[in-house]
């Protein structure tokens, strides 16, 4: 079964830091993977996905996301962080075998932007 | 195009009666997905459908909860008795099959609270 953990529940940074958000996978073959966002009280918005080829995947909003197969992760960095970054960041991963209609979501990860 | 459409976008009712929530995928997308988010269990697919079948519903919790997709423009949620446990924000997303995944477009959500 695919399963997606996000260790982090909630990571506070001082706008202008860098970010790196964690995603670790468990999946039988080859993941799609995907990183959303969550505003308060809006529905996700897809920041990025990773199907093939590069590793290294650019999102919107200078995000991007490094697919390691070694280590089963997936994770998020964004260079210099702006205050409007702070919202809910989940990770998703789908595929072909068997999962590739549906994704499973990580817990979430809150961020809190420090001024 | 408007994007997926949710409506209501908050529900209050009491416990026993019915709630219908509603959902407008954007147009063209032929898989749509009915998710819900609690603080205990995040995210949480509850049923799909493909070109207007239901494909997988194995996340509906009870036989309370029924799910409709009459035609590709339209979908419902229904909950018939509601009970203080559904409280949380389900969410509509439809999706166009891409290179053996499907990439998620969400709906801003509809907050049920079930008194």
């Known amino acids: 079964a695919q399963s997606v953990t996000q260790p982090d529940i909630h990571i506070t940074v001082s706008e202008g830091a860098s970010l790196e958000l964690r995603c670790n996978y468990s999946y039988g073959a080859t993941p799609y993977l995907f990183w959303y966002v969550q505003s308060p009280g809006q529905g996700l918005q897809l920041l990025l996905k990773y199907f093939s080829g590069d590793t290294l995947v650019q999102g919107i909003k200078g995000f991007e996301a490094e697919f390691k197969r070694s280590q089963s992760s997936f994770n998020l960095r964004k260079p210099s962080v702006h205050w409007s970054d702070a919202a809910e960041y989940f990770c998703?991963?789908?595929?072909?075998?068997?999962?590739?209609?549906?994704?499973?979501f990580g817990t979430g990860t809150q961020l809190k932007v420090e001024l | 195009d408007a994007g997926v459409i949710q409506s209501p976008r908050h529900e209050v009712t009491e416990m026993g009666q019915e709630v219908t929530l509603r959902c407008k995928p954007i147009?063209?997308?032929?898989?749509l997905f009915w998710y819900r988010q609690t603080m205990m269990r995040g995210l949480e697919l509850l049923i799909y459908f493909n070109n207007n079948v239901p494909i997988d519903d194995s996340g509906m919790p009870e036989d309370r909860f029924s799910a409709k997709m009459p035609n590709a423009s339209f979908s419902t949620l229904k909950i018939q008795p509601s009970e203080p446990r559904d409280s949380a924000v389900y969410f509509c997303?439809?999706?166009?099959?891409?290179?053996?995944?499907?990439?998620?477009?969400f709906g801003a959500g509809s907050r049920l609270t079930v008194l």
């Open positions: 997303a439809s999706s166009k099959w891409f290179s053996g995944a499907n990439v998620l477009t």
């Open positions: 147009s063209g997308h032929d898989y």
């Open positions: 998703a991963v789908g595929g072909v075998t068997g999962g590739g209609n549906k994704l499973t």
